[in-house]
């Protein structure tokens, strides 16, 4: 199975700062999507953005942003003009272009974004 | 639209009984998942379906069945209930590929004891 790895457990960015959470996978195949879902304290996930490895362009979506490093196998979340809304647990998934697993999502262990006043 | 719908939403269990967390969705996708979250964990692959009778194990398939009888409904049956067990449940559904995203119940957060 594909590992997807978050080296930053925690991370603190101030309101109306930029903040990036890294991710990293292992993979051996070419095509893939890869996913940003935010997790507030209600328990809900919430995708953020989504990734096609096909694609070159970067996704954007509002204030949010990944920079995709396909060689590097490095998907990281930019987060702009950062709200306390945004404090949360993200994590990074990875979902094969096969079918195994159903076309499940492989999970990081996630990050926790604190956002102070 | 209701979406994905999980019940209970809470639960204490005692080590050794059985329970079933339901799972229901009303988009009409034929894939779907159960996942378990523990703390600093992620979230990891329990059982998931890709239609109405079709099953299969995901990473952590011990202690726990399914089935899917219809493609509404992904119940999720916990036998002989361990504290290893403690955790919080997510049930999730998709169109086939799922590449636009997974739609996820709130969860179940269930503790045995």
């Known amino acids: 199975a594909q590992t997807v790895t978050q080296s930053q457990p925690e991370m603190s960015v101030q309101e109306a700062e930029t903040v990036t959470l890294s991710c990293t996978y292992d993979?051996?195949?070419?095509?893939?999507?890869l996913f940003w879902y935010k997790q507030p304290p209600s328990r809900q996930m919430i995708l953020v953005i989504r990734?096609?490895?096909?694609?070159?362009q970067n996704a954007t979506e509002n204030r949010f942003s990944v920079n995709f490093q396909k060689a590097a196998k490095s998907f990281s979340l930019k987060i702009s003009d950062s709200q306390l809304g945004d404090a949360a647990m993200y994590f990074c998934?990875?979902?094969?272009?096969?079918?195994?697993?159903?076309?499940?999502?492989?999970f990081g262990k996630g990050t926790s974004l604190l956002v102070t006043p | 639209n209701a979406g994905v719908t999980q019940t209970p939403k809470f639960r204490i269990l005692k080590i050794g009984q059985s329970m079933t967390l339901q799972c229901t969705q009303d988009?009409?996708?034929?894939?779907m998942y159960w996942y378990r979250q523990d703390p600093g964990m992620g979230l990891k692959l329990i059982y998931y379906?890709?239609?109405?009778?079709?099953?299969d194990k995901g990473e952590v398939p011990n202690g726990y069945n399914v089935s899917r009888s219809t493609t509404e409904d992904f119940p999720l049956r916990l036998e002989l209930a361990a504290p290893s067990q403690t955790s919080v449940y997510f049930c999730?559904?998709?169109?086939?590929?799922?590449?636009?995203?997974?739609?996820f119940g709130s969860g179940t957060r269930l503790t045995v004891v």
């Open positions: 999730a559904s998709s169109y086939p590929g799922g590449a636009y995203g997974y739609t």
């Open positions: 993979t051996s195949e070419s095509d893939y999507y």
């Open positions: 990734q096609e490895a096909y694609k070159q």
């Open positions: 998934a990875y979902r094969s272009a096969g079918t195994n697993s159903g076309y499940a999502l492989n």
């Open positions: 988009m009409n996708h034929n894939y």
């Open positions: 379906s890709v239609g109405a009778g079709i099953t």
